[in-house]
């Protein structure tokens, strides 16, 4: 049964034409959305902010247990 699903795919991956160059745009995309914005836009605010492990520790407790995030 596993063996005719992945020839199953396996045949139609090797039979695309259009949809290979889907694929690749999908990739790119996904490449961008990761890898770029999140090195851009979602900086490590805890690496930033707190020093040591138990400072950060304790500010995600608190954020955690009190349900709100302080405003720098």
């Known amino acids: 049964m ?5 020839t199953f795919y396996r045949d139609g ?10 694929w690749l ?3 790119i995309k996904l490449f961008v959305m990761f890898a770029v914005l ?3 836009y979602f900086p490590n ?6 020093e040591t492990d ?6 995600v407790i608190d954020q955690i ?3 709100h995030i302080q405003k720098n």
Request: glycine fraction near 6%; charged fraction near 20%.
């Open 2 to 6: 596993f063996y005719s699903v992945y």
């Open 13 to 22: 991956f090797r039979r695309m034409t259009v949809g290979k160059r889907l």
């Open 25 to 27: 745009i999908i990739a």
């Open 38 to 40: 999140k090195t851009f």
């Open 45 to 50: 605010y805890l690496n930033t902010q707190f």
């Open 54 to 59: 138990a400072e950060r520790a304790s500010y």
């Open 65 to 67: 247990t009190e349900g």
